[in-house]
């Protein structure tokens, strides 16, 4: 605990003795805020800490060290690249918590400083997983190893009304000029502050998961009980009608026959018909009822334990949908890949389900498409009807509502395996292990 409290005071440390020649100063700029963003992005290097243009904004999410390979490895090196990736996640949010934070304060300055550092200009904004550019360490170990960076600000005190520009009589407003200096040793610390925050909450946010699956098959499994008891009924319904209609076209002969005999008219009947009674509630998973209502039910688990909770981060509610999505994302690729290198009939599933998720959900999951974009799949898979695919020359049954139970159950293993890293304490570790590295470097500096 004492070499955590040393660690703790350590960037202040490491600034006085590192960064104290580095004090650099870039071209006046206004004080306003609109035209502040402007002066800036005209002067090249007075862009991003390192003198980075900045490039496009982040649309497409993507896994970190060419993560195409985490879905085809198994075992330790599965693990392995999930972990990277949680920890990735677990960073990428942070950043997006403490940006929130600065444009809550209207810290305008440290907001754009930290976007554009190593280019991540419009993370505040993206809601997806695979926002972060570059590994963990990288970003840390960057971040420590900037100097600090000083705006020279110039802005006008007090205000003057009418007169003409050059008028000599009116008494114009004093131009001040103030420096701000941005120390990225302290943006760094309060950074991983933050993400063993989020660790704690992200542990206890995961288990929700479980508790939400369960609420999604007994949904589920209402809404098919009263389609089923609908269609009962409208079959009952369906021989009521025929009945009636053989009833009155018996009952129209017969009075044709006696008129004829004798020489009389015929009275028209009138036939009441019956309808399958109407259910009174929609379902209540479909995508519909979800649009109208976009919380939906996984949402409100979290949101509305937390409402109030003053010791929560301000982007929990979207931290656990991005975890959501990320996870279900894995276990799609995982069970696809598992039905591929099983029998024929579990081949054919395979096929037919990367289909379907290349046609329909890989985009959605791959780019930052807004929120309950996994509840969304998974919900439109389990609704799908029975089918048979062709593989080999055979057809195969493939039931989708079966294939959504492996996804959940593949998820399930997913987020277990997040939780236990989460728990294992190897954020904290991480975090001591960059300090530490960065101490002996400076001490070696010296």
């Not at 929130?100 to 280019?119: M, N, P, S, T, V």
């Not at 992200?202 to 389609?227: C, G, K, P, Q, R």
């Not at 020489?263 to 009947?269: F, H, L, V």
Request: aromatic share 8%; charged share 25%; glycine share 8%.
């Amino acid at each position: 605990s004492e070499m955590r409290q040393l660690l703790g005071r350590l960037p202040l440390f490491i600034l006085s003795l590192t960064h104290v020649h580095a004090f650099t100063s870039v071209p006046s700029l206004p004080a306003t805020r609109d035209q502040c963003s402007v002066a800036r992005c005209s002067q090249g290097a007075a862009i991003g800490p390192l003198g980075a243009p900045i490039r496009n904004k982040l649309r497409r999410a993507s896994l970190p060290h060419g993560g195409g390979t985490l879905l085809r490895m198994g075992g330790s090196e599965m693990e392995k690249k999930q972990s990277e990736l949680l920890n990735s996640l677990l960073l990428q949010r942070s950043i997006q918590t403490q940006l929130y934070y600065y444009a809550e304060f209207r810290d305008d300055f440290k907001k754009q400083w930290l976007e554009d550092f190593l280019d991540h200009k419009g993370l505040l904004l993206f809601h997806s997983f695979g926002g972060l550019k570059v590994s963990v360490t990288e970003y840390l170990e960057t971040m420590m190893n900037t100097a600090p960076y000083t705006y020279t600000i110039s802005a006008n005190w007090g205000s003057t009304m009418g007169g003409s520009k050059d008028n000599p009589f009116v008494q114009r407003a004093a131009v001040k000029t103030y420096n701000e200096t941005i120390h990225p040793q302290k943006v760094v610390k309060g950074i991983m502050d933050i993400r063993e925050q989020l660790k704690g909450e992200w542990v206890n946010d995961l288990s929700t998961i479980d508790f939400e699956d369960h609420i999604f098959w007994e949904e589920l499994e209402d809404e098919v009980h009263h389609a089923s008891l609908a269609e009962a009924a409208e079959r009952v319904a369906r021989i009521e009608e025929e009945k009636k209609a053989s009833e009155k076209a018996s009952l129209q002969q017969k009075g044709g026959e006696n008129a004829t005999a004798s020489g009389g008219e015929t009275r028209g009947t009138k036939t009441l018909t019956s309808r399958a009674p109407a259910t009174s509630d929609p379902p209540p998973f479909s995508l519909e009822s979800r649009e109208r209502n976009p919380l939906g039910v996984s949402d409100n688990l979290v949101v509305q334990s937390i409402r109030g909770e003053q010791g929560s981060t301000p982007l929990r509610g979207k931290n656990y949908d991005v975890c959501k999505k990320a996870a279900t994302y894995i276990a799609v690729r995982q069970v696809v890949s598992r039905l591929d290198g099983g029998v024929a009939e579990a081949r054919a599933q395979g096929a037919w389900l990367r289909q379907t998720w290349d046609a329909e959900y890989k985009n959605l999951f791959e780019t930052d498409s807004g929120r309950f974009v996994s509840e969304h799949f998974l919900s439109g898979l389990a609704r799908k009807p029975t089918l048979a695919m062709p593989v080999a020359g055979s057809l195969y049954s493939v039931n989708p509502m079966d294939l959504t139970k492996k996804v959940v159950e593949a998820r399930r293993r997913v987020l277990q395996g997040w939780r236990d890293y989460l728990e294992s304490g190897e954020v904290e570790s991480g975090h001591t292990e960059i300090m530490r590295d960065l101490l002996i470097k400076s001490f070696g500096s010296l």
